[in-house]
């Protein structure tokens, strides 16, 4: 960041905004209240990227401004001079700017009607994690600033704006006609500031609990999170009361980027979440958690990202382990997200990668650069591993003392590091020498490894030694299979299952194309509702080359836009012999429909320049989309035919029908 909160702070902000459909702009003002903590501080700085500031008022009172140190990672400096009668320590007063967003801000995604639900109304929503704030508006865009605010959003009359805030029932009674009042009266840094509009509904899960989604969609998600009110209240078991009054839960179109986004009273989901049968609500859970882990204790700075993910994981799979009554389930997932971790881990750049270590070393680098799930579960172990010390009774308990101790502001790993040994000194040698600095700063994989069997697993992993055994004819792995082998098996349990295939082929050898018809034939995995299987799946077949599944892959990745799916298919499909002509051509030709941050970091997978895209929608080295793929017969066609590939324009209810999902993130939100 480049703001100066140690010297001038923001501790309140007013936003005034209207929606244009038409240029994809925000316009209006954000005001901050702010006050001076260093006596004679001469200028107040804010973050901003790519927006059009017309005026800058203090107390009213129109003033100069200047812009300073730009970057591509950082955005613009924008500097304040302060007038000298308030420059005391202890001054109070207001800043406001009169701006525009770009119509290409980071934060921002406008979708056409065309890409909705009904087709009817154009839809807008916000993603500011990590520091995609400052091109939503001016601010101090560090996770270490914590401000409340109220904010009046103007939209066109068909429209419903939503916000991560309470409504404000006086100012609502006042409100004209597509006129919509916010207030949220705890302090959160500007990554939660969010906001989503379009054509909306709702449903009541509870008192305290609504979920809103677009019309033909929203029973659909209301079946999905229906269990909602009880994770929250497994969470309130292990944590303290939910502090924000409202949990509502918010299914958008499917270029959102992450599973989900834990902004404070309106969760953000994907309707890759929708896979009919409850499967995947694991990740409301996870942003459930964030309620406490995040939001309100926060990480101070982004190098210290853990402390928010690593937490949430572990609250998440403490929720859902009392939810379903059985540790086993914690286990399941943990053994899920250690593969996870591992393939991280190889992605960037093996046990030596610099971005393998839980603090982050960012050095004015993009945080989106460093995201992976190595935050989330590395975060997770180590936890795991400072709990089988102590013992999870008094591990609870200090979860509950730590969120007690730094709510409402933001934590470093040095601070959690020392409440830790001043609550648990002398517990036991092993406590007293532990090795903080291997802890926080070793690369690649934890150490020792946990051992996260369970029952759960064992069964999945003796189904995949059975078909690693099955000769490439694949009559020893058909003879016999069916759907009774994975009858009554969890989402989980069919991933671990998935993810030991995938281990073999890629440290052992592929599998032969027989083997994997058999085993759809007996499984129906290509026709899979389910996304988290559906993804791993179709890696598998990658893995061996199987001309079948491109098509599927290529309708898959057009058919949503989370970068925990599109990020790496489009990334096998590159490296394949036979898909990497499709990798870049699907991209390039699909581009527009990702939400920015997705839409940078494909283009980085692939080696392409986004500049340049726009320039041109064919490159002649690149074979077309509409490859002549050999199609396999599919033993389900009666049930489901491969994806139709018209990309966005596939309605939302379809999409989320054909490729339904699940976790990771950030948000990996997330």
Same mark, same amino acid.
């Given at each position: 960041?480049?703001?100066?909160?140690?010297?001038?702070?923001?501790?309140?902000?007013?936003?005034?905004w209207t929606l244009d459909f038409d240029t994809k702009q925000i316009y209006g003002s954000v005001t901050h209240g702010v006050v001076v903590v260093i006596d004679g501080s001469d200028t107040v700085k804010f973050d901003s990227s790519s927006l059009t500031i017309s005026s800058v008022e203090i107390n009213s009172t129109k003033v100069g401004f200047k812009t300073g140190v730009t970057s591509t990672a950082l955005g613009t400096c924008i500097e304040v001079p302060i007038p000298e009668s308030l420059r005391a320590v202890g001054t109070e007063f207001?800043?406001?700017?009169?701006?525009?967003?770009?119509?290409?801000?980071?934060?921002?995604?406008?979708?056409?009607?065309? $890409?909705?639900?009904?087709?009817?109304?154009?839809?807008?929503? $916000?993603?500011?994690?990590?520091?995609?704030?400052r091109s939503l508006m001016p601010c101090q865009d560090t996770p270490g600033v914590k401000t409340?605010?109220?904010?009046?959003?103007?939209?066109?009359?068909?429209?419903?704006v939503l916000m991560s805030a309470l409504e404000d029932p006086i100012s609502k009674a006042k409100a004209k006609p597509g006129e919509f009042h916010w207030r949220q009266p705890v302090p959160i840094p500007a990554y939660l500031v969010a906001l989503a509009a379009g054509e909306l509904e709702s449903r009541e899960i509870s008192k305290r609990v609504k979920v809103w989604a677009e019309p033909s969609v929203v029973d659909k998600a209301a079946f999905e999170f229906s269990e909602t009110e009880e994770f929250l209240q497994a969470a309130e078991s292990l944590t303290c009361p939910y502090p924000w009054t409202r949990y509502d839960v918010l299914c958008l179109p499917?270029?959102?980027?992450? =599973?989900?986004?834990?902004?404070?009273?309106?969760?953000?989901a994907t309707p890759t979440l929708l896979a009919g049968?409850?499967?995947?609500?694991?990740? *409301?859970?996870?942003? *459930?958690?964030?309620?406490?882990?995040?939001?309100?204790?926060?990480?101070?700075?982004?190098?210290?990202?853990?402390?928010?993910?690593?937490?949430?994981?572990?609250?998440?799979?403490?929720?859902?382990?009392?939810?379903?009554?059985?540790?086993?389930?914690?286990?399941?997932?943990?053994?899920?997200?250690?593969?996870?971790l591992r393939d991280s881990v190889a992605q960037l750049g093996g046990e030596t990668g610099r971005f393998t270590r839980l603090v982050w070393p960012l050095e004015g680098e993009d945080p989106d650069d460093a995201f992976s799930s190595v935050p989330y579960e590395k975060g997770f172990n180590l936890l795991w591993y400072l709990e089988s010390l102590v013992g999870t009774p008094a591990f609870e308990e200090f979860a509950k003392n730590y969120i007690d101790k730094f709510k409402f502001g933001g934590v470093s790993s040095g601070e959690f590091k020392d409440m830790f040994m001043s609550t648990?000194? =002398?517990?036991?040698?092993?406590?007293?020498?532990?090795?903080?600095?291997?802890?926080?700063?070793?690369?690649?994989?934890?150490?020792?490894?946990?051992?996260?069997?369970?029952?759960?697993?064992?069964?999945? &992993? @003796?189904?995949?030694? @059975?078909? *690693?055994?099955?000769?490439?004819?694949?009559?020893?792995?058909?003879?016999?299979?069916?759907?009774?082998?994975?009858?009554?098996?969890?989402?989980?349990?069919?991933?671990?299952?998935?993810?030991?295939? *995938?281990?073999?082929?890629?440290?052992?050898?592929?599998f032969s194309l027989a083997v994997l018809e058999a085993m759809d034939l007996a499984y129906g995995l290509t026709s899979s509702n389910n996304a988290e299987i559906k993804f791993r799946w179709q890696s598998l077949c990658l893995e061996s080359e199987a001309p079948w599944i491109v098509p599927h892959i290529v309708a898959?990745?057009?058919?949503?836009?989370?970068?925990?799916?599109?990020?790496? &298919?489009? @990334?096998?499909?590159?490296?394949?012999?036979?898909?990497?002509?499709?990798?870049?051509?699907?991209f390039i030709e699909n581009n527009e429909i990702y939400h920015p941050i997705a839409r940078k970091m494909v283009a980085a997978d692939l080696g392409l320049d986004l500049n340049e895209l726009g320039k041109t929608k064919q490159w002649k080295d690149i074979p077309p989309a509409s490859s002549s793929t050999p199609a396999r017969p599919n033993p389900n066609a009666t049930q489901s035919q491969p994806e139709d590939s018209m990309g966005w324009a596939v309605p939302v209810a379809v999409a989320a029908g054909v490729a339904a999902v699940a976790i990771l993130f950030l948000k990996f939100r997330r």
């Open positions: 960041s480049y703001s100066n909160p140690s010297e001038i702070l923001s501790t309140v902000i007013h936003l005034d207001e800043v406001k700017f009169n701006y525009s967003t770009s119509p290409t801000a980071s934060a921002v995604q406008w979708l056409s009607a065309k $890409t909705t639900s009904s087709g009817k109304f154009p839809f807008v929503f $916000t993603q500011c994690q990590a520091i995609h704030a409340t605010y109220t904010a009046t959003v103007r939209a066109p009359e068909w429209c419903v499917p270029s959102f980027p992450y =599973g989900g986004m834990e902004n404070p009273c309106l969760t953000f049968d409850k499967s995947l609500a694991d990740v *409301i859970a996870h942003e *459930i958690a964030h309620s406490w882990t995040g939001n309100l204790v926060t990480n101070c700075t982004w190098e210290h990202f853990w402390l928010n993910e690593g937490w949430t994981v572990w609250l998440e799979r403490k929720i859902m382990s009392r939810v379903k009554g059985d540790v086993a389930h914690l286990k399941l997932s943990a053994q899920i997200g250690w593969n996870h648990f000194a =002398g517990h036991s040698l092993r406590v007293d020498s532990l090795n903080w600095d291997e802890l926080f700063y070793s690369t690649g994989m934890p150490t020792p490894t946990p051992d996260f069997s369970n029952p759960l697993s064992d069964s999945a &992993l @003796r189904l995949a030694d @059975r078909w *690693i055994a099955t000769p490439k004819d694949g009559n020893a792995g058909a003879s016999g299979a069916g759907p009774t082998d994975i009858e009554g098996w969890s989402s989980q349990q069919k991933c671990v299952f998935l993810e030991k295939l *995938i281990l073999h082929a890629q440290e052992v050898a592929p898959f990745v057009k058919a949503q836009g989370r970068m925990k799916f599109v990020r790496p &298919l489009y @990334r096998a499909l590159h490296k394949s012999a036979v898909g990497c002509g499709m990798a870049k051509q699907t």
